[in-house]
C-alpha cells in the first residue's frame, strides 16, 4: 500500500502537520493523501463544520474562533477522536494539531503517540501575506472563511507563537521525529524537501514512484 510504503509501519498510524496559519498545511496533506490513500482531518475544518451545523457546541467554538483564541482541548480532542474512527485500520494526517500543550497530552492518552511531526516553518510577514491573499480570493468568490480577517489573523498568529514551541520541544522529548520543512517558497518546494530528507534518510521505507521512477525516499521510518 502506498501509505506503508511513505510513512512506515508504526502502531499510531498518525503523522502530525503543524505549522502556522497560512502555512500551507492543507495544501502538503493534499498532496500526501494523493500520492499516498492517506487519511486527512484538518482541526479547522472540523471546528467550522461544527459551526456550519449550528450545533450548541459550533456556536460556542464560533465566538472563540473570532477572537482568533484556542478551542478548549477537551473539545477539539474529542471531535478529532470521533472522525478518526471513520478511518479504521488507516494512516491518518492530523492537520493543524496539536495546538497547544494539553492538545498533544490528550492526543497521545486517547490516541497512541504520533509516529512523526511535519514541521512547515516560514516568517510571519509570509504568512500574513498568504492570509490576505486568501481573503481577498475568498470575496472575490464569495467563499471568505470567517476568520480569514486582518485581526483575526493577527490574533492566530499570536496565540500560534504563545503555545507552539513548549509544544513541539515536548513532542521531541516523547521521542516523535519532527521534519522541519521550509514553507516560505511553493508547495512543489516544500514537496521536494520532504523527498530530499527521505534521501538521506535510507534505508528505511520506500515513497511511492514520484517521477515516474523507482527512488529510494525513506522519510518517515518503519
Known amino acids: ?13 498518525i503523522v502530525l502537520v ?3 496559519p497560512g502555512s500551507g498545511k492543507g495544501l502538503l496533506c493534499d498532496r500526501l493523501v494523493d500520492e499516498c490513500g492517506v487519511a486527512h482531518l484538518s482541526s479547522g475544518n472540523l471546528l467550522r463544520d461544527e459551526v456550519a451545523r449550528d450545533t450548541p457546541l459550533g456556536r460556542e467554538c464560533a465566538e472563540i474562533m473570532a477572537r482568533g483564541d484556542l478551542v478548549s482541548s477537551a473539545t477539539i480532542t474529542t471531535l478529532v477522536r470521533r472522525r ?4 479504521p485500520g488507516r494512516r491518518v494526517l ?16 486517547l490516541c497512541g503517540k504520533p ?4 514541521h512547515l516553518e516560514c516568517d510571519d510577514t509570509i504568512l500574513m501575506e498568504r492570509i490576505i491573499k486568501r481573503m481577498r480570493q475568498g470575496q472575490n468568490n464569495n467563499a471568505q472563511r470567517d476568520d480569514d480577517n486582518i485581526d483575526t489573523a493577527l ?24 521534519v522541519n520543512l ?34 529510494d525516499l525513506p522519510i518517515f521510518g518503519s
Open 155 to 178: 490574533r492566530r498568529l499570536r496565540t500560534y507563537h504563545k503555545y507552539h514551541d513548549s509544544t513541539m520541544n515536548w513532542l521531541r522529548e516523547q521521542h516523535v521525529p519532527v
Open 94 to 109: 492530523l492537520d493543524g494539531f496539536p495546538r497547544s500543550l494539553d492538545n498533544a497530552y490528550d492526543l497521545i492518552e
Open 84 to 87: 478518526m474512527r471513520e478511518f
Open 1 to 13: 500500500m502506498g501509505a506503508d510504503k511513505v510513512l512506515g509501519q508504526n502502531p499510531a498510524r
Open 115 to 118: 509516529e512523526l511531526a511535519l
Open 182 to 215: 521550509d514553507c516560505s517558497g511553493s508547495p512543489e518546494s516544500v514537496w521536494q524537501q520532504l523527498v530530499a530528507i527521505g534521501r538521506l534518510m535510507r534505508p528505511a521505507a520506500k515513497l511511492p514512484n514520484l517521477n515516474n521512477r523507482d527512488e
Open 18 to 20: 503543524v505549522g502556522g
